[in-house]
C-alpha cells in the first residue's frame, strides 16, 4: 500500500476482533515507526502491551478509580484483543523542550497506525481522564515525570466491512502564503 492510499484510507475503528499482531510483529513495526522526527533521537516512550487476562487488571484499575462495576471496566478493555498503552517518558534534562518530545511521540504514534493499517490491521486512539488515576498509574509503573497518553486498541476490521476512504477535506483556508507587509 503506497503512503496516500494509507492515510486516505486508515479509521480509527471502533470494533475490533483478533488477530491482532504478535508481540513480535508489532516490535517490528515499532522499529519503523521509530524512524519518524524526533527531536534528539530521545525516543520519549514506551509501550505496554496487554492482551488476553492482562487486560483485566487493567479494567480493575479503572474500577477501582472510578466505582463502576469490573464487568463494565472489562467490556472496556476487551473492545480489542491487543491494548497497546502509550506511555510518555520525557526526558527531564534535555535541552529538548518537553512539548517537542511529546510531538515526537506523537509522530512516531500516527506512523505505528498507518503501518498498523498497512499491514491490515484496524487501531484507535483512546484516552480519557483515567489516564492520570493513580490505580492507573500504579498499575503501569510510571514514575514522575512518565505520564500515559492514551491506549492504541489493535485488531483486525471485521471482514466485508468496506472501506471507508476519507473524503479529504478542504483546508484551503489553513494555508497561506507568506508575504510581508
Ligand atoms: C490523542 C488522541 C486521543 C483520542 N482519544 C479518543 C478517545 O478517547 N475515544 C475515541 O473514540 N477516539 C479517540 N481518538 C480518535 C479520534 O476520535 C479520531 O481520530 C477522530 O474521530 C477522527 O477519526 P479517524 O481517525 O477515523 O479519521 C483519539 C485520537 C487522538 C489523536
Redesign the pocket.
Given at each position: 500500500m503506497d503512503v496516500m492510499t494509507a492515510i486516505l484510507t486508515?479509521?480509527?475503528e471502533?470494533k475490533l476482533a483478533g488477530p491482532a499482531p504478535s508481540p513480535e510483529e508489532f516490535r517490528y513495526l515499532l522499529k519503523a515507526a521509530s524512524c519518524a522526527p524526533d527531536h534528539g533521537m530521545l525516543r520519549p516512550w514506551r509501550w505496554l502491551l496487554m492482551s488476553g487476562d492482562s487486560r483485566d487488571a487493567l479494567a480493575a484499575a479503572l474500577a477501582e478509580d472510578n466505582g463502576k462495576s469490573l464487568e463494565a471496566m472489562r467490556a472496556k478493555t476487551r473492545r480489542a484483543p491487543l491494548l497497546a498503552t502509550l506511555v510518555f517518558s520525557p526526558d527531564p534534562v534535555s535541552p529538548v523542550p518537553e512539548w517537542e518530545q511529546m510531538a515526537a511521540v506523537s509522530a512516531m504514534t500516527t506512523s505505528l497506525m498507518l503501518l498498523l493499517h498497512a499491514r491490515g490491521f484496524g487501531s484507535?486512539?483512546?484516552?480519557?481522564a483515567q489516564l492520570d488515576a493513580e490505580p492507573v498509574r500504579k498499575l503501569l509503573d510510571l514514575d514522575q515525570p512518565e505520564r500515559a497518553?492514551?491506549w492504541l486498541y489493535i485488531g483486525t476490521v471485521e471482514p466485508g466491512r468496506p472501506t471507508r476512504r476519507?473524503q479529504a477535506p478542504d483546508v484551503g483556508d489553513r494555508l497561506k502564503i507568506f508575504s510581508p507587509v
Open positions: 486508515r479509521r480509527s471502533q484507535i486512539w483512546r484516552t480519557g497518553l492514551g476519507r
